[in-house]
């Protein structure tokens, strides 16, 4: 399906929409950070025509599949963040879910696991962070939004027969190796 012949159904679109997460989780650089974001908005956004071209939808099909999309709070998130970055505005008559994505410093619990996969220790870490406002003025925090995002994902491709990866991965997004 893509140029990228590495590319060649949603799953693998899937199974870099959560390598971006991961990156995007687990950058200590605000900038990397923000690049890794933006990558993960836009790919989960060009998963959903992944998706519409896999199921070969007809016109109403097509059409309620992007109401599933338009509707669901983190892949609209997802969409508005992805369209505004790139585009600058939305078309007109189109309205944001996000109304602002600011970068913080918060504090992460960090828990280490030995071999034996019991807790070690745990360490109080800060990291640079998101939170994610949307139009109604409620903030998200970035885990929340990476976390959301996957999940619905998960349930699209649950729904509609489409082939995807291990679901555990999702929670690899935030396993880091210290």
Request: net charge negative; charged share 25%; hydrophobic share 35%.
């Amino acid at each position: 399906m893509s140029i990228l012949k590495e590319y060649k159904e949603p799953k693998d679109l899937l199974e870099k929409l959560l390598r971006e997460g991961k990156r995007t989780w687990t950058s200590e650089d605000i900038q990397e950070k923000v690049d890794h974001f933006f990558n993960f908005c836009v790919t989960s956004l060009s998963l959903r025509d992944w998706c519409l071209a896999y199921l070969n939808l007809d016109n109403a099909e097509k059409s309620d599949f992007y109401n599933i999309h338009f509707q669901n709070e983190w892949l609209n998130y997802c969409g508005s963040i992805a369209n505004l970055s790139k585009h600058f505005k939305l078309l007109e008559g189109r309205k944001s879910s996000v109304s602002s994505v600011d970068s913080k410093i918060s504090g992460h619990m960090l828990l280490g696991i030995g071999d034996d996969g019991k807790m070690t220790e745990i360490m109080q870490a800060m990291r640079v962070s998101f939170d994610i406002q949307n139009s109604d003025g409620n903030v998200k925090g970035l885990m929340e939004v990476l976390f959301g995002c996957v999940s619905q994902w998960e349930q699209v491709f649950t729904n509609y027969n489409i082939p995807a990866p291990d679901s555990d991965l999702k929670y690899r997004m935030f396993i880091e190796y210290l």
